[in-house]
């Protein structure tokens, strides 16, 4: 996924009658698999009937969870989320909302009778109050773009949101001439803004986000920040309403410094904007303790590093002293909230794959609360998650396993309990297939890598299987034991899955994370290699059927393994990167890739670019090979899967390139296009001695 330290939402796109054509005569053989094996097996149809929770909020007595239900919706072949609300003690589960739309990111006033959220209910997402002792729902904003990070202040007067603003352009040259009446061609388009595409997006029109202030019966919204600068993140109130603070880019020469960003506090009488940190890094996050003593807030020093954590800082407001609580922990925190008497902050956190959430005091021990928080990713098994915290303590955390999308996990008083089975009718009697947690010592120098091994349903170790390679994108992204879809997919087809997360993955620590430090790819080959024998020396899998794909950092490697090595019957690379040269001047978030990636930039040293470039060594490449993107990707654009297609057809290995219409670097956003991914692959393995379950062969 090639990620930049943020990821940002697809836009929905509409398929074309062409495409629709086509993916129905990819899917048949599918569907016809899935009537020939036992009906219990999970089947590409079954995707649209899986749901999954998110965006939680917790009533500060621990009595209510409301959260974003997530479906997918077969006619528009979109995910629809509506807001529910369920009792922690009688699990009783209620709608909030309803309706063939989206609905998401609630948030409960603070004196706990309104729930602010965004809906595109009316065409356009806006600012949405349910009073929930009545029940009556009025939109409030009426706004010309998406706002986000909605934030209530402590009266329940405001909600604070970010939103962007357009820059005004000037043209330099105006074409004079023109006669009434005619017709002439668009006017050309002039860019010179650093960042002018991103990813889902595409090419985006100049301007800024900035904080802004609604009342919450509804008006016109008042614009907080001005200047040239982007304040994208969520605000804290101070507990008098009277300031709020934020993180915010607000200097200039952003090329030189693509990840730093500073705290800054609002006094919203004068607008004035005071810096709270200064230093070369990131700072972000920043959440004002209940009681208005403390300031806590995530970042680290930057040192230029491919993977560097983020501590939990707390900085006494008072005394203007900071102190970072979590130097011991070796790992990246994602996500801080207070504990309401403003002792301690809960951290979010993957470890080893999977994620926790830990308790930290101000002047105590840290103490673990659970590892079982799970993401809401359907189509790849990534580590992450979200979780909110009641008053007395009670903890509510998306969960999920390899057989079971996220639900609604709760820690009260010590005690675990799961409180939604959103997935009990679309699973049952599904005979989904079982992991295995695998750990090996990679051949290159004895350093643990963990996997993970999926297999068929039915398995039987005395039997030999094909084994498909599936390899995450990143390149510092964690696998972890939780649910995929595509790998449920792939074993229900009759391959044994493995998935790894070789050295540079996320969740193992700062050192393990900067092995691949201009140096990527490298020994992570070796690692992944390791896996593979691993498990053939194992006696069920088939030697001769070997098979690998990956995404984005994933499809780099896959390339990679290709041009190293020949022992793969058939590969399929997935919105790659093959040539670091191109990629760099061509990619959205190139200041970031440029100077955390490399050295140096790429005319300055075309040799260290060319030698981790897959393109470099198509000469060994012999493997039938498919190359698979998003037409419209910003994050890996599609050219660099044109390069690799060309080069293997001048060498007249078989290839094939699969074009994803309308489709950025997030291919699976709609649920046709995961069933369209898993279809190519299962085909194209298929036509190298994959498995033909749907011709009645059994493996």
């Known amino acids: 996924m090639l990620k930049a330290h943020f990821i940002k939402s697809p836009i929905w796109a509409q398929l074309s ?43 500060h007595d621990g009595l209510l969870v409301y959260f974003v239900r997530n479906r997918m919706d077969i006619n528009t072949d979109k995910q629809v989320k509506n807001i529910w609300s369920i009792h922690t003690q009688t699990k009783e589960m209620l709608p909030v909302t309803s309706g063939i739309h989206a609905d998401f990111s609630p948030v409960l006033s603070p004196d706990q009778e309104k729930l602010a959220f965004i809906s595109t209910r009316s065409g356009q997402p806006q600012i949405f109050i349910k009073w929930l002792k009545t029940g009556a729902i009025a939109m409030i904003s009426h706004l010309n773009e998406m706002p986000s990070h909605l934030t209530w202040s402590p009266d329940n007067r405001f909600i604070a949101f970010n939103m962007f603003v357009a820059k005004q352009v000037n043209r330099p040259v105006k074409i004079a001439g023109k006669p009434k009446g005619a017709t002439w061609a668009d006017e050309a388009v002039v860019i010179d803004e650093l960042i002018y595409r ?90 004002v303790s209940p009681n208005g003593q403390y300031l806590a807030y995530l970042g680290f020093d930057d040192n230029g590093m491919n993977y560097q954590n983020s501590k939990l800082y707390v900085r006494s407001l008072k005394e203007d002293k900071v102190r970072v609580l979590t130097q011991d922990l070796d790992r990246n925190i994602d996500a801080i909230k207070w504990n309401a008497k403003g002792t301690g902050v809960y951290i979010q956190y993957d470890d080893k794959g999977n994620t926790s959430v830990s308790f930290q005091p101000l002047s105590a021990n840290r103490k673990l609360i659970t590892q079982h928080i799970g993401n809401h990713f359907l189509g790849r098994p990534y580590s992450g998650g979200d979780f909110d915290v009641a008053h007395d303590g009670t903890l509510v955390f998306t969960q999920s396993n390899p057989q079971m999308p996220a639900e609604i996990g709760m820690i009260k008083q010590g005690k675990h309990d799961v409180l939604t ?12 297939a079982k992991l295995d947690t695998i750990e090996v010592k990679s051949s290159y120098d004895d350093l643990p890598i963990q996997g993970w091994v999926l297999y068929p349903p039915n398995f039987d170790k005395r039997q030999q299987y094909p084994l498909i390679l599936e390899i995450h994108g990143g390149p510092t992204a964690a696998y972890g034991p939780h649910f995929s879809a595509e790998g449920q997919l792939y074993a229900a087809a009759g391959y044994v899955v493995l998935y790894m997360n070789p050295r540079g993955s996320s969740s193992y620590g700062a050192e393990f994370a900067q092995k691949i430090h201009n140096n990527y790819p490298s020994q992570d080959y070796d690692d992944l290699m390791t896996g593979v024998d691993t498990l053939i020396a194992k006696g069920f899998i088939d030697d001769k059927r ?25 590969a399929v690379v997935a919105k790659p990167v093959i040539n670091w040269f191109s990629f760099v001047l061509t990619a959205d978030f190139y200041p970031f890739f440029a100077q955390y990636w490399f050295a140096d930039k790429p005319w300055n040293d075309p040799e260290s670019y060319m030698k981790r470039s897959p393109i470099s060594y198509v000469d060994k490449m012999e493997t039938p090979t498919m190359l698979l993107t998003g037409e419209e990707d910003h994050r890996t654009p599609i050219t660099e899967s044109e390069q690799l297609y060309q080069g293997l057809k001048l060498k007249q290995v078989d290839t094939m390139m699969v074009r994803i219409p309308n489709a950025s670097h997030s291919i699976t956003a709609r649920p046709s296009r995961l069933l369209t991914k898993v279809a190519y692959i299962l085909w194209w393995f298929e036509q190298y001695g994959g498995t033909k379950k749907h011709e009645g062969e059994d493996d």
């Open 17 to 59: 009658l062409f495409y629709l054509l086509i993916l129905s005569f990819l899917l048949s053989p599918l569907l016809a698999q899935a009537s020939v094996n036992n009906d219990s097996d999970f089947n590409p149809m079954d995707v649209f009937n899986l749901e999954y929770a998110s965006d939680l909020a917790i009533s």
């Open 198 to 287: 991103q990813d889902g997006a595409g090419y985006i029109q100049p301007g800024f986000k900035h904080i802004f202030m609604i009342e919450a019966h509804g008006g016109n919204a008042q614009q907080l920040t001005s200047e040239d600068y982007d304040h994208s993140g969520e605000v804290s109130w101070a507990p008098d309403g009277q300031s709020m603070y934020f993180s915010a880019q607000r200097f200039d020469n952003l090329v030189l410094a693509p990840i730093r960003s500073e705290v800054y506090r609002l006094v919203l009488s004068s607008r004035e904007i005071t810096a709270i940190t200064d230093r070369n890094g990131p700072d972000v996050l920043p959440k």
């Open 421 to 432: 089975q959103l997935n009990q009718d679309a699973l049952a009697g599904k005979t989904l």
């Open 546 to 570: 070997l098979f690998v794909t990956g995404g984005s950092g994933g499809g780099v490697l896959t390339a990679w393994i290709i041009g190293h090595t020949t022992r793969f019957s058939a």
